[in-house]
């Protein structure tokens, strides 16, 4: 008889297959190469506004290949980061016009 405490090799024979990472399209890397400069500029000048707020695009961009490489926690892992860009984002708004 099993004890539900005992931990067996179940996982392994639940996984799926991995998932093949996902492309940018030519607009999407454009936007985060140039959301990359702008946040390196931010950091320079010591813009805390800008640095929030491309941050919040950048870690947005990042939600698809956390999917595909975090496994089983990857769906929760998209959701926390999506969570933490809109609150970046809202916290860049009212630092820049407050």
Not at 8 to 28: I, S
Not at 74 to 97: E, P, Q, V, Y
């Amino acid at each position: 008889m099993r004890s539900q405490f005992m931990y067996e090799d179940e996982d392994a024979e639940r996984t799926e297959p991995a998932a093949a990472l996902p492309k940018l399209t030519r607009g999407a890397l454009t936007g985060v190469v140039m959301a990359a400069g702008i946040f390196v500029y931010g950091l320079r000048q010591g813009d805390i506004p800008v640095i929030l707020l491309t941050l919040s695009f950048l870690l947005f961009m990042l939600r698809p290949f956390v999917v595909c490489l975090a496994g089983s926690r990857g769906n929760s892992l998209s959701n926390m980061l999506k969570g933490l860009s809109l609150t970046l984002f809202a916290g860049a708004l009212l630092l820049a016009f407050l």
